[in-house]
C-alpha cells in the first residue's frame, strides 16, 4: 500500500517547456487534489477532481490543465511553463465521506529557469 | 484575501513543555478543520481533526481547541518532543461537495533538547 505517488521528485524546465506531472493514489478515493507550496504561502488549491470523470479549478489554476485518467490517477500539465511556477508541487487523495482528512504524495519540486 | 491565517510563521519551545500553534480564520462556512504536520522534502501529514459543532478533540499528546465565537482554533502538544519539530499547517472545510481545504501559510515549530 504505497497511498500516493508523484513522479517525477524533480524537475528543472526553460521557459516555455511543457511538462506532465504525474499521481496516483491506491486507497480507492474518489477525490483528488493539486496543490502547489510557495514560502509563506501554504499550499495552494490549483484544482481538485471530486470524482472520476470530472475536474474543477482551485485558487490558482491559470496556467495549468488537469487529467483525471481513472479513479487512480490525476496528472497536472504545465503547457508553458514560466518562472514564477517555480514551486513545490503535492498531489492529495481524500474519501468523500467522514472522515475527510487528504492524504498527500512525497511532491515535486520544480524550477523554471 | 487569506481566509486562514497562522500569525506565527514560528515557534520555538524546550522539550517536555507545551507548544501552542494559533489559527485564526474569517469564514463562517467553514464546518471541519484539521492540522497537518509537515518534515522538510516530505509531504504534509494529517495529525488532528475537529468538526465545527464540537470546541476540543484530544489524540494522544495533541489536542486541538476550537471557539468558533472567535473563529480561532489552537494546537496544544503536551508534551513537546524534539520529533515534533516540524512545519504545522492548519486548513479549514468549507462546505462543499469537492472537501476542499484552505490552508494557512504554517509555522515552524522547533523543540529544543
Not at chain 2, 1 to 6: E, N, T
Not at chain 2, 67 to 85: C, F, T, W
Request: with cysteine; proline share 5%; glycine share 8%.
Amino acid at each position: 500500500n504505497a497511498g500516493v505517488t508523484q513522479t517525477p521528485k524533480f524537475q528543472v524546465l526553460k521557459t516555455g517547456q511543457s511538462m506532465t506531472l504525474q499521481c496516483a493514489q491506491d486507497m480507492n478515493h474518489n477525490s483528488m487534489y493539486w496543490y502547489r507550496q510557495d514560502p509563506g504561502m501554504g499550499l495552494r488549491l490549483i484544482y481538485y477532481s471530486a470524482s472520476e470523470g470530472t475536474t474543477d479549478k482551485g485558487e490558482v489554476p491559470n496556467g495549468y490543465n488537469v487529467s483525471r485518467l481513472n479513479k487512480r490517477e490525476f496528472s497536472l500539465r504545465l503547457e508553458s511553463a514560466a518562472p514564477s511556477q517555480t514551486s513545490v508541487y503535492f498531489c492529495a487523495s481524500s474519501r468523500r465521506t467522514i472522515p475527510l482528512e487528504q492524504y498527500f504524495g512525497p511532491g515535486t519540486r520544480l524550477t523554471v529557469t | 484575501d487569506q481566509q486562514v491565517k497562522q500569525n506565527s510563521p514560528s515557534l520555538s519551545v524546550q522539550e517536555g513543555r507545551i507548544s501552542i500553534l494559533n489559527c485564526d480564520y474569517t469564514n463562517s462556512m467553514f464546518d471541519y478543520f484539521l492540522w497537518y504536520k509537515k518534515y522538510p522534502a516530505e509531504g504534509p501529514t494529517f495529525l488532528i481533526s475537529i468538526s465545527s459543532i464540537k470546541d476540543k478533540n484530544e489524540d494522544g499528546r495533541f489536542t486541538v481547541f476550537l471557539n468558533k465565537s472567535a473563529k480561532h482554533l489552537s494546537l496544544h502538544i503536551v508534551p513537546s518532543q524534539p520529533g515534533d519539530s516540524a512545519v504545522y499547517f492548519c486548513a479549514a472545510r468549507g462546505n462543499n461537495a469537492g472537501n476542499m481545504l484552505t490552508f494557512g501559510g504554517g509555522t515552524r515549530l522547533m523543540v529544543k533538547p
